[in-house]
């Protein structure tokens, strides 16, 4: 199975994107999906996770602006980024966690916000 991301690309500060990540089938086992970025020169960050239940958590800098959803049936997580700032560049990939362990990236998808 492997995750497909899309959605990226060249936006202004104060735009709007809406990312998908698609699976190309379904993943037993997964408890947690969830977006991470990376910013040039520095580490993979959590932005977002969505549990089974619906429960939510954000990383501090995004909250209020960024909201991760997901369709089952579809077996696709979006994250809807609203309010972007050039500081949110960074390429962002989604994963898939299961509860025996095993985790699925996507490839990831370039976002950059101009000033």
């Known amino acids: 199975v492997q995750l497909q991301a899309s959605g990226g690309g060249l936006v202004q500060a104060g735009g709007s994107l809406k990312l998908s990540c698609a699976a190309s089938?379904?993943?037993?086992?997964?408890?947690?999906r969830g977006w991470y970025r990376q910013a040039p020169g520095k580490e993979r960050e959590l932005v977002a996770t969505?549990?089974?239940?619906?429960?939510?958590n954000y990383e501090d800098s995004v909250k209020g602006r960024f909201s991760i959803s997901r369709d089952i049936a579809k077996n696709t997580v979006y994250l809807q980024m609203n309010s972007l700032k050039p500081e949110d560049t960074a390429v962002y990939f989604c994963n898939q966690k299961t509860n025996y362990g095993r985790i699925y990236w996507g490839q990831g998808t370039l976002v950059t916000v101009s000033s």
């Open positions: 089938g379904k993943i037993s086992g997964v408890n947690v």
């Open positions: 969505i549990l089974n239940n619906g429960l939510t």
